[in-house]
């Protein structure tokens, strides 16, 4: 029997997969070996199959973890305790220690309900935290922010990454400043506004629509100059969600390897786990190792999380059983 490798790797192989074609409301989805999938679209099997090139100098063979730095008074959180700088940085250096591959510096909340943060509030917020840092860390920095300018002079300043949750949409400059820092950016899917955005979250098929959202955001950056080998994908766990939209979407994570990019996920803490569970923000660290855990499995390249320590951990049992 045949197998389909997914992006390039050894470890990362189906024996079978879906075939899902959408036209208007009627969807067919046919399951077929690895062996009959010659009648999918070359173009997707080239995309689902072809190595991932390395961003920022790092490679994706393994599982990468984003360390989450909120200098913010309200993220879901952890709001409130590193928005001075000094804590901000001891944080952001704490989590270096813990094995973090990158640091996600943000300073705009974009929790449900969270009121947006001006432009000189947002730069006073976040620069001198990544003018501190630049210097001092091996890990690399990553700019967590929907603001074109934000996005320009933390490129300047040296983060090797741009994270946008409205993926290059909410600021009319984003796609042409984030084409020419040349960076990497991650597109977030997001449906709404966080201000009302878990309103009431309507999608005709969730895992169809956001991938299909993504895919044009894809194509609306290669027009901007940002090819493809420079975007990583993010399906936006509890952005414009129902718990039933986030269960769907992270049992289908493997889908978004038909892209041809990289998968981020980011379900640290996030409210699923307490509508599953019952628990508090700060008790919801089980839930966000078993939902990081679900991601790898499906070949999920960058976790974002807020516990870099227990995150390694469970990492470092799952790589061990992978080679095993
Ligand atoms: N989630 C949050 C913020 N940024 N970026 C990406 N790419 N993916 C995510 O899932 C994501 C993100 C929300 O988490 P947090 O930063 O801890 O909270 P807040 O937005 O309240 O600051």
New binding site residues.
């Given amino acids: 029997m045949s197998t389909l490798a997914v992006a390039g790797r050894g470890d990362l192989l189906f024996a079978a997969a879906e075939l899902i074609e959408r036209d208007g409301d009627k969807v067919s989805r046919r399951v077929m070996s690895a062996d009959a999938l010659g009648i999918a679209p070359p173009e997707l099997l080239d995309r689902l199959g072809r190595r991932r090139d390395p961003f920022a100098g790092l490679a994706l063979e393994r599982p990468l973890i ?1 360390g ?1 730095v ?1 200098i ?1 008074p ?6 409130g305790r590193y928005l001075a700088p000094d804590a901000a940085i001891a944080h952001a250096l704490r989590l270096e220690a813990e094995g973090a591959d990158i640091l ?1 510096i ?1 300073a ?4 449900p309900g ?1 009121a947006p943060v001006d432009l000189q509030e947002e730069l006073r917020r976040v620069m001198p935290v990544i003018e501190a840092l630049v210097p001092k860390v091996r890990a690399r920095l990553s700019i ?1 922010t929907r603001k074109a300018e934000v996005m320009q002079r933390a490129a300047r300043a040296g983060v090797a990454l741009i ?3 409205s993926a290059l949409t909410h600021d009319p400059g984003a796609l042409q400043v984030a084409a020419e820092t040349g960076l990497p950016v ?3 899917h997001a449906q709404g506004d ?1 201000r009302t955005m878990q309103d009431d979250p309507r999608y005709a098929d969730v895992v169809l629509d956001v991938y299909d959202w993504l895919a044009a955001r894809i194509d609306a950056c290669e027009r901007a100059g940002i090819p493809r080998s420079r975007l ?1 994908v ?6 414009g969600k129902t718990l039933a939209h986030n269960l769907a979407l992270l049992g289908a994570l493997s889908i978004f390897h038909g892209l041809g990019c990289p998968i ?7 409210s699923f786990i307490g509508k599953l569970t019952g628990a508090d923000v700060a008790d919801r660290l089980p839930g966000s190792i078993a939902a990081a855990l679900l991601g790898v499995q499906q070949g999920v390249q960058i976790l ?1 999380v ?1 516990d870099v320590a227990a995150t390694r951990q469970a990492l470092a049992v799952w790589e061990g059983t992978q080679g095993a």
């Fill in positions: 984003v989450v909120n913010t309200d993220s879901f959180s952890d709001g996600d943000g705009e909340s974009t929790r969270a967590d994270n946008d949750v991650v597109l977030m966080p990583i993010d399906p936006g766990i509890g952005f981020l996920l980011g379900a640290s803490r996030k974002r807020h």
